[in-house]
């Protein structure tokens, strides 16, 4: 077990280096000037030395990637030239909106496919199944930003339920901003809800089939106790190493659903930060988001490791 | 033995040729050309002139979903095209070469696993500049990843089975096991994979498109044409939903004829529906 978490970190440290090898670099394919680039063609000669002396740009490539390299490790990601503010500070301010999103969504997601998954397993092959089934098919097919689009329609311009966009704050009180939340987080989990469906369906039909199982059938355990006692917590390893493999389409979905309802997100951020050509915010946003998937990835590795009571293997 | 295909094989294989289909057509007609602009026609409900309507520069939007699914589907196709071609030799040399092969395989699969091809996309626009190649790119590198350790597994199955054996023993050698032996065995799985691939490529086409960092203006796409419909929810409302009806129905006809391909070639997953 030992010997598979010293693996499981080394192969992170790894990628966590080569992550930040890839961002920067592929920011210096910048053709010609990106302090040009960023300030545009009537920008001042001084600006324009001051900027470059603030990027390194001055310094050898390789200078420039320890400096930045080192900052990241100590949380300075660099200032920002659109708001003249650090990076880390905009980062975390924004967070404040991504991350109750993606607890949101994930949450929300979870309640809707597990029952849903669990009652299509109970009903396999008959109406109930194929009710889920269809659902989860829909689901996986409409993507999360056109979803967004119709719940709006919906749920905003016709209803009037919700806000079509923007958010108040946490400073007005958790309910106005929750309240804000609440078709994003949606729009984000009708797709992973559908995924995940479909995954616990297939982890409880398998473990319907096991030894222990049929054991507790045989003793006389009823139906629904069989299933929520027995099948479902061996079904859940399964569906714990899919919901980590959707954290990866959780953030891509996020920086585009907060786009949809123009909320002032790490994905906003990043977006607005191209059109800004605002590079130092690119650079620090994108590394921060790729370490976050890779760091989730590991953790829910190494959770169901600990939690599979089978040999370990070699990972892949 | 006849093996009956699987129902989701059909509807799959139906709704991706009329796409495909769909797509080809408007290489030689669309009702109208779809990049026309008539002012005096903008944001028209679907009528006998314009069946889908026309969104805000008076373009016929059926014209254009048909332009847009022709789009779509080049990219698609590029993008797993590319990582086919990337990613299935590496996958067949990690399993070939063994325990280091192995080792660069997988950690460079983490590595294009840490950026989403939405996050990778984003990032070579803020380098290069906007446009479908960016896509494309993005797209590839993701597909090629998961491609790559799909064909090593398989690989690695079928290395161990008593025919691979039998081969290598009568003195053939490694490529030529692995082009004769290996790959012709493991083709099923790969082609499930790049379906499924050919799908997710889809998906993210249209939301790059929808933030302006896909397929550029004027060439119509699914992505941006929900982009635009979402400032006229108000006044046409239904230009929010024909793209996205075809983004959905595409997507569905490749996952379905994924998941049928793979019930057909495995009979095995018939009855669980695992995806």
New interface residues.
Partial sequence: MLAFLLRRLA?LI??VW??TI??FT??????GDPALLMLGVNAQPDTLAALRSQMGLDQPILTRYLDWAGGLARGDLGVSLTYARPVAELVVERLTVTLPLALLSLAISTVLALPLGLYAAARRGRGGDWAV?GFA??G???????IA??L??LFS?TLHWFPAGGFPGWGGGIGPALHALVLPALALAVPEAA?LA??T??AV??TLGEDHVRTARAKGVGRTAVLLRHALPNALIPVATVLGLQI??L??GA??VE??FTLPGLGRL??Q??GQ?D?IV?QGV?VL???F??VV?ALVDIACALADPRPKGV?? | MRRQLPLSLHLGAVLTLLLVAMALLSLLWTPYPAEQVRVIARLKPPSAAHWLGTDHFGRDVLSMIMVGARNSLSVGAAAVGLGLLGGVPLGLLAAGLGRWGDEVVARLGDLVFAFPAVLTAILLTAAVGAGAINVVVALALFNAAVLARVTRGAALAAWRRPFVGAALALGRGPLSVTLVHVLPNIAGIIVVQATVLFAVAIVNEAALSYLGLGIQPPSPSWGKMLGDAQTYLFTAPLQAVFPGVAIALCVMGLTMLGDGLRDWLDPRHRSSGVM
């Fill in positions: 192969s790894v990628t080569l992550a890839v961002v592929v920011l210096q394919l910048v053709p089934l098919q829909l996986v097919s409409m993507p999360s930003f056109w689009i119709l709006i329609l311009l995924i479909r995954v369906r297939t039909l398998d990866s389409f953030v891509a920086v585009v786009n949809v990043l977006y930060a191209i050509r590079l690119v994108v988001l790729a370490l998937v890779v990835s990972s892949s």
